[in-house]
């Protein structure tokens, strides 16, 4: 699968080259807008990484050119302009996700293997629920019966990982390569402390409780009646 990379930072572009093509992917890499955009409507795409501020044409401004030209390849935005202004905007003109600098390179990996594995289609809105517990990705944050829990940003991660992937059972070598972007080390107890962090704000004071221990294995977020 071809992915095209717009992104004016040479040390980001090179290590986001290197690691895709490392991943199995054939890879354009373009620094400035006009040149990115150039590349969109004239090559054929599977998924396209585009940074905001850039040389020449923004990324909302290569996105909309995408967009008119009738094309619907899967758009990330992969930035560090982090304001919800910014994430609404690049949602409404046709991106399919948005990813903050800096990041877990495994975490992008795993969501452009999910972009291009549903065609691009996002989700109908940018919310996770598991009973009364929701995370709206746009505005960071996380409510459970109506009531504002506030999370560090390993545990909103944590949390979300867990909510995309409901009542998967997730092992502690993926949480920790997704979260953590680091190898399991059977001798570290990180996984353990944040998970129980994290029960202690979404479920110690509620019912029912959906952070669940799986033996051996990892754990789950699932609701059961």
């Known amino acids: 699968m071809k992915i095209l990379i717009v992104e004016d ?3 980001t572009g090179d290590y986001l080259k290197q690691g895709l093509t490392e991943a199995g992917f054939q890879v354009d890499l373009a620094r400035e807008g006009v040149d990115g955009l150039h590349f969109a409507l004239t090559e054929n795409y599977d998924l396209a990484i585009l940074d905001v501020m850039l040389p020449g044409i923004d990324g909302f401004g290569i996105l909309a050119g995408i967009r008119r030209a009738g094309k619907d390849m899967p758009i990330m935005f992969l ?11 690049g ?3 046709g991106a399919d996700d948005y990813l ?10 795993a969501r452009v293997r999910t972009l291009l594995r549903r065609g691009g289609k996002a989700p109908s809105d940018p919310f996770f629920r ?3 517990l929701e995370l709206d990705l746009l505005r960071r944050r996380v409510t459970r019966a109506g009531q504002r829990i506030d999370l560090t940003a390993k545990e909103f991660a944590l949390l979300e990982l867990m909510l995309r992937r409901q009542g998967e059972v997730l092992p502690r070598s ?6 953590w972007d680091m190898n399991f080390d ?12 994290l029960r202690a704000k979404v479920d110690d004071a509620f019912s029912p409780k959906l952070i669940h221990t799986v033996r051996g294995m990892g754990y789950v977020l699932e609701c059961h009646d």
């Open 91 to 93: 949602l409404e003109l």
């Open 174 to 179: 993926l949480i920790a390569s997704q979260v």
């Open 79 to 89: 930035t560090a302009r982090d304001a919800v202004d910014d994430r609404v905007k």
């Open 186 to 197: 059977s001798d570290t107890n990180v996984i353990e402390v944040a998970v129980r962090r």
């Open 130 to 132: 598991a009973a009364d």
């Open 9 to 11: 930072e040479q040390k």
């Open 100 to 109: 903050l600098k800096p990041f877990a390179f495994s975490e992008l990996l």
